[in-house]
């Protein structure tokens, strides 16, 4: 077997060395849950990611849980689409208004 021919000292030995040290890992907090993760990746506790979901975590839930999470979602999704509806609503009934005021000052009589 080859030997080394002259002694490593202990700062070249160190100096080769200093890259070899581990690395703390970066973890960001999940915005759903708040449960630590890594960047770019799925959440392990709730299974979203960047405000969609990828991972049905209801499926890992026994069927009785798993029933009563799909009806808490269809509650929150009927509250939902109420408060979408009338917004929209309101936002119509001010349109119709400004158009109504509009349409009075535009108006022409006979050919000009």
């Known amino acids: 077997m080859p030997h080394p021919k002259k002694k490593t000292s202990k700062a ?54 798993r029933i009563k999470v799909k009806k808490a979602k269809e509650k929150e999704e009927k509250k939902d689409l109420k408060k979408t509806n009338k917004e929209t609503s309101k936002l119509n009934k001010k349109e119709i208004k400004t158009d109504r005021k509009e349409g009075a000052k535009n108006v022409t009589r006979g050919d000009k």
Not at 19 to 28: C, D, G, M, N, Y
Not at 38 to 56: A, L, N
Not at 59 to 64: A, E, F, R, S, V
């Open 12 to 65: 070249a030995k160190n100096q080769r060395r200093s890259h070899h040290a581990l690395k703390p890992i970066s973890l960001i907090k999940c915005k759903k849950c708040g449960k630590s993760i890594k960047p770019h990746t799925v959440c392990d506790g709730c299974g979203f990611y960047k405000g969609k979901e990828y991972i049905d975590m209801t499926k890992k839930l026994p069927k009785k849980e």
